[in-house]
């Protein structure tokens, strides 16, 4: 693979560093998160899977690429006025741009992987869903700390309820649900009984 097709690549890629995370900036949030700030710590919650039929590694690798394509088209949210046919035409489109230079067995499996995402068919591309939206929740309680905005951010948690599949993500979202509601609980507690304590 000649190096400045290389670099062109990793450019594409590095864009994902300043792409900020719609749904955030709708919410008037600081400092919000990046495309890639999600889709790595998304990666790192692939490695902790404990699930012996699940590939790992494949949902690592998913987990990198499902936004791939927002390096270009921005993170379209269904807020957006964007429809799915629209949105899955631009980011295959994008998708295309992004891996033409690449040698054509890595930039088959990129769309490969993109496809299996969208399909959500496997159980390793059903899982790595179940990330995305536990990622997402995780930040929104995250933010809600940072903030002091406590319970500001529902809509995020709404969104998501009943929709994990996963046992094991299943019990990684109870325990965030504990938080947050000790945390929502702690905050509108009047200060006269929290000085008590």
């Not at 929740?137 to 905005?149: D, H, N, P, T, W």
């Not at 599949?165 to 109870?174: F, K, M």
Request: aromatic share 8%; net charge negative; hydrophobic share 35%.
């Amino acid at each position: 693979m000649a190096a400045n097709n290389a670099v062109e690549f990793f450019m594409f890629v590095g864009q994902l560093k300043t792409e900020q995370r719609t749904g955030w900036t709708h919410h008037d949030i600081k400092n919000v998160e990046s495309v890639s700030d999600h889709m790595y710590r998304m990666s790192m919650m692939a490695m902790l899977l404990d699930a012996p039929d699940i590939d790992k590694t494949r949902c690592m690798k998913l987990a990198l690429v499902h936004d791939l394509a927002e390096c270009i088209v921005g993170d379209i949210t269904p807020h957006c006025g964007v429809s799915a046919e629209e949105k899955d035409r631009r980011e295959r489109e994008a998708l295309y741009k992004i891996t033409k230079n690449i040698p054509k067995q890595i930039a088959d499996e990129v769309l490969d992987l993109w496809e299996e995402y969208n399909k959500r068919e496997t159980a390793e591309a059903k899982i790595v869903k179940d990330l995305d939206r536990f990622e997402m929740i995780l930040q929104a309680f995250e933010y809600e700390k940072a903030e002091q905005r406590p319970g500001e951010l529902e809509m995020f948690y709404s969104s998501t309820k009943g929709k994990f599949c996963s046992a094991q993500v299943i019990s990684w979202v109870e325990n965030l649900y504990q938080r947050r509601k000790s945390f929502i609980e702690q905050s509108t507690e009047p200060k006269d009984s929290q000085e008590d304590k």
